[in-house]
């Protein structure tokens, strides 16, 4: 007897488009997670009031007046897409959509939820690669910056040295200083 997988296959890019920086957080707006998951905004907003216990502040707030401005402006949206934004839209961090597939309890929510978090974790991978990348820049940025003020160093005193070779300041003779023969006193006595 063979059983049948049945998974949701969303386009990545179609799940990274939605996620949205917002307070310092990456987030989810309500309306896409319900599109997500196939279930009205209004049946996903009804399951988390319900149990709103599950959704601290850190894992989901509504957008404040501001902020829904600042979304709707920043994202040019058709009058069919203004009709369901009567409310400002909960936002809910990668926690909060966690705690989402409790909630919302059909199995294309928790596929797509799974979907999701392996996205999050995705995003989350390519920042830090892309932090140590910027210091490993940042080191060889200081290294080139001590290796341009030494090669400075060295062409200052080349140039030194050159203005010495072209102008050369009268040295005083090393060694012995010899006398004049004719008088010199060993001279004279062999005469």
Known sequence: MTTEKTTVLIPDERIMDKIYLIRDQKVMLDRDLAELYGVETKVLKQQVKRKLDRFPSDFMFELTKEEFQNWRSQFVTSNSDRMGLRYSPMAFSEHGVLMLSSVLNSKKAINVNIQIMRIFTRIRQMLTDNLSIKLEIEEIKKKLQ???????????????????????????????KIKNSRESPIFAKNC
Do not use: H
């Not at 290796?147 to 030194?160: A, H, M, R």
């Open 146 to 176: 001590n290796q341009d003020k030494n090669i400075e160093l060295v062409f200052s005193y080349l140039d030194e040295l050159i203005t010495k070779q072209e102008n050369p300041t009268p040295r005083n003779p090393v060694g012995y």
